[in-house]
T-cell receptor
Framework: KQEVTQIPAALSVPEGENLVLNCSFT??????LQWFRQDPGKGLTSLLL?????REQTSGRLNASLDKSSGRSTLYIAASQPGDSATYLC??????????????FGRGTQLTVWP | DGGITQSPKYLFRKEGQNVTLSCEQN?????MYWYRQDPGQGLRLIYY???????QKGDIAEGYSVSREKKESFPLTVTSAQKNPTAFYLC??????????????FGDGTRLSIL
């Protein structure tokens, strides 16, 4: 069964801290892995997409890594700010026996950054 | 600007009533998806469509129906057979040629509640 797991479920940190969100998946045959941000009551905003042939992607203070062999990805947020407070979702497009383009989602990490 | 428009933002359903959620995209994307989001459960796939006049069931299709008469539009009907419809519904799209290297685009969602 193709599953995606995220830990921790919630994280609360003071402003300025560097932090790591974790994502694991059950099948190493993937097209890509995506990290999304979701604000309360809103849709999903794509943050980073890592293709299966890539090891990491960076955008500003965000860095996402991918280790297919171990079935893991991490999202690193540097110098966190209160505006980073949101739910972060990890999603995988599997390469084997699944609907083309369909995403499998983790349950998310709810991040709170306090001033 | 191109994007996905979901309407209405909030919807209330009476007992025994069918309701329809709208999803329109002007991105010229081939594939469209409907996901359901419940608190603490992540997103689950309801239906998807890769081309006009074709659609397939996802993991939780019971009590839902869709149509794809135009490339731009993928409406979701929540029927009276869906006994627990209260959730946040998200529509997404992607060009089929971009499955490996492009992120999915999401609308802002529709929140459905029972009256």
């Amino acid at each position: 069964k193709q599953e995606v797991t995220q830990i921790p479920a919630a994280l609360s940190v003071p402003e300025g801290e560097n932090l790591v969100l974790n994502c694991s998946f059950t099948d190493s045959a993937i097209y890509n892995l995506q990290w999304f941000r979701q604000d309360p009551g809103k849709g999903l905003t794509s943050l980073l997409l890592i293709q299966s042939s890539q090891r990491e992607q960076t955008s500003g203070r965000l860095n996402a890594s991918l280790d297919k062999s171990s079935g893991r990805s991490t999202l690193y947020i540097a110098a966190s700010q209160p505006g980073d407070s949101a739910t972060y979702l990890c999603a995988v497009t599997f390469d084997r026996g699944s609907t083309l383009g369909r995403l499998y989602f983790g349950r998310g990490t709810q991040l709170t950054v306090w001033p | 600007d191109g994007g996905i428009t979901q309407s209405p933002k909030y919807l209330f359903r009476k007992e025994g009533q069918n309701v329809t959620l709208s999803c329109e995209q002007n991105l010229n994307h081939d594939a469209m998806y409907w996901y359901r989001q419940d608190p603490g459960q992540g997103l689950r796939l309801i239906y998807y469509s890769q081309i006009v006049n074709d659609f397939q069931k996802g993991d939780i299709a019971e009590g839902y129906s869709v149509s794809r008469e135009k490339k731009e539009s993928f409406p979701l009907t929540v029927t009276s057979a869906q006994k627990n419809p209260t959730a946040f519904y998200l529509c997404a799209s992607i060009p089929l040629g971009g499955v490996g290297n492009q992120p999915q685009h999401f609308g802002d969602g529709t929140r459905l509640s029972i009256l």
